[in-house]
């Protein structure tokens, strides 16, 4: 029997607009919105539909926005198709969504904690000091290889395990340049590297003092049962008790995301539907990638806007 998966994106997937055509077209989708927006004391409405990129890009704005406009075209879907799933999880902010959608976070909560999350991490380290680099065509442990070699540059970790090639790198900026720059000049196979427009270099060692603070944040917000398997960014596994989810988040900040082993997993247990919901098709792209190489079967669906959903099938 096939299982579904509802996989969810995390920053880096926002722009200007996102969900906008889904306001006129379904109350619940402005409903979600408003539940939000009270929560935070601002309309986010109409930033996320109004305002510009550069507004976005605020990570105390962007992190609270990809959540919501995830979580209010999840309630679009689950109204429009009466259909859940047996499995979901998120790309590290995507995992908040995920948690919201099984019932272990109470989305005004999580829509807060999101906030300070963004608000933590964007002031934790200095515009500049940070980078991240994905490198595509090489596989983890390669890349860990590489890194291995240069560890006295500075700090350059592998904050993202994504797919069977792709790895991202970050670290002190200087150190993630070189870093690069190595793996490219010592590679036996030709590498892709691109530089992520992000404010800090998130899932590493640079993050550890700020997710102490975000402790503070989360200690007192009530996590409740989940009705479905959660896949944890630290782990690639699923939660097996809500008393893990806490610690999890805030490990989550400075700990590599394992995104591709989260996949495996899904795809090792019967996951056959994959179905991207929120802004952005990358989560899509990784998990093609990982089905390929694990020569699975899958269909994968991504619903952001009035086509996508339009297209969807089950």
Excluded: C
Excluded at 114 to 132: F, H, L, N, S, Y
Excluded at 167 to 193: D, H
Excluded at 238 to 252: F, G, N, R, S
Aim: net charge negative; glycine share 8%; hydrophobic share 45%.
């Amino acid at each position: 029997m096939s299982k579904t998966a509802f996989v969810f994106p995390g920053q880096g997937a926002q722009y200007a607009g996102m969900g906008r055509e889904f306001v006129n077209n379904f109350k619940v989708f402005s409903e979600v919105f408003e539940e939000a927006s009270a929560r935070l004391g601002f309309d986010l409405l109409k930033t996320v539909t109004e305002g510009t990129d550069e507004e976005l890009m605020q990570t105390e704005v962007t992190q609270p926005a990809i959540l919501t406009v995830s979580k209010a075209i999840l309630e679009v879907v689950k109204q429009e198709f009466g259909i859940g799933s047996d499995f979901t999880a998120g790309l590290s902010l995507g995992e908040y969504t995920a948690l919201v959608h099984a019932g272990a976070l109470n989305f005004a909560d999580a829509v807060a904690l999101a906030k300070e999350r963004g608000k933590i991490m964007q002031e934790a380290v200095p515009a500049g000091v940070g980078a991240m680099a994905p490198i595509v065509g090489l596989t983890y442990d390669e890349v860990a290889g590489f890194i291995k070699e240069i560890k006295d540059l500075g700090v350059v970790e592998i904050s993202n395990f994504n797919s069977p090639a792709q790895v991202v790198v970050s670290g002190n900026t200087e150190a993630v340049q070189a870093a690069v720059e190595f793996i490219k000049k010592n590679s036996k196979t030709r590498v892709r590297a691109v530089f992520l427009p992000v404010s800090a270099p998130f899932h590493t060692s640079m993050l550890k003092d700020a997710s102490e603070k975000f402790a503070e944040v989360i200690r007192n917000v009530e996590v409740s049962p989940m009705d479905q398997p959660v896949l944890s960014n630290v782990t690639g596994l699923p939660y097996t008790d809500k008393t893990e989810i806490k610690p999890a988040l805030v490990k989550q900040f400075y700990s590599t995301v394992l995104w591709k082993p989260s996949v495996d997993f899904m795809l090792e247990n019967g996951v056959t539907d994959f179905v991207e919901i929120g802004p952005g098709t990358s989560l899509s792209g990784l998990i093609r990638k990982t089905a390929a190489a694990m020569e699975k079967e899958v269909r994968i669906q991504n619903v952001e806007n009035m086509e996508t959903f339009n297209n969807l099938k089950f």
